[in-house]
T-cell receptor, first 114, second 110 residues
Framework: DAGITQSPRYKITETGRQVTLMCHQT?????MFWYRQDLGHGLRLIYY???????DKGEVPDGYVVSRSKTENFPLTLESATRSQTSVYFC?????????????FGPGTRLTVL | EDQVTQSPEALRLQEGESSSLNCSYT??????LFWYRQDPGKGPEFLFT???AGEEKEKERLKATLTKKESFLHITAPKPEDSATYLC???????????FGKGTKLSVKP
């Protein structure tokens, strides 16, 4: 099916482990985003990418690494997971910059760091 | 500092009882204001984009309006299936990145 998918949907890990969250979109959208959603904070931007091999930091990038070797994929890596990174992570994409720029969101990954 | 504030945090309505959700914002270089709906355990679903003061958009029982400092999401004769969290966001800068409010959780009782 066309759209934006995330995997895994649920993940439990331990402090200090490396974790990679996957995001895949089938629309060939230029822009992709990673957000985290926590109670009391709403959605906060972690990293975004304007195109393959172009990434930039958002509001809360510390402790996260991204890459984008292909347009359709945008993995998010927690190099050494901490309990404060327990959250729900959403990937999103949009076609272009500019006014016509609504973002479309994936179903989310619920990550628990013990 | 760019900021988006939504009120109330939670709203409980009876079926058919119309009301409004508020989104106030302070942002330099506003490119657009967005409304999303989020159901429990799911990602946000796009509803509307508003670009200029005075603009209005409608979808079924929802109508979004925009002024220079705030936006309202009016819900007319809501049904239980309208229960969800409604998120407001503003886009800014050359990339159009979004700043989200914390949302309003709407519950509609039959």
């Amino acid at each position: 099916d066309a759209g934006i998918t995330q995997s895994p949907r649920y993940k439990i890990t331990e402090t200090g482990r490396q974790v990679t969250l996957m995001c895949h979109q089938t629309w060939s959208h230029s822009y992709m985003f990673w957000y985290r959603q926590d109670l009391g904070h709403g959605l906060r931007l972690i990293y975004y990418s304007a195109a393959a091999d172009i990434t930039d930091k958002g509001e809360v990038p510390d402790g996260y690494v991204v890459s984008r070797s292909k347009t359709e994929n945008f993995p998010l890596t927690l190099e050494s997971a901490t309990r404060s990174q327990t959250s729900v992570y959403f990937c999103a994409s949009k076609k272009l910059a500019g006014e016509d720029n609504e973002q479309f969101f994936g179903p989310g990954t619920r990550l628990t760091v013990l | 500092e760019d900021q988006v504030t939504q009120s109330p945090e939670a709203l409980r309505l009876q079926e058919g009882e119309s009301s409004s959700l508020n989104c106030s914002y302070t942002v330099s270089g506003l490119r657009g204001l967005f409304w999303y709906r989020q159901d429990p355990g799911k990602g946000p679903e796009f509803l509307f984009t508003l670009y200029s003061a005075g603009e209005e958009k409608e979808k079924e029982r929802l109508k979004a309006t925009l002024t220079k400092k705030e936006s309202f999401l009016h819900i007319t004769a809501p049904k239980p299936e309208d229960s969800a969290t409604y998120l407001c966001a503003v886009s800014r800068g050359s990339q159009g990145n979004l700043i989200f409010g914390k949302g309003t959780k709407l519950s509609v009782k039959p």
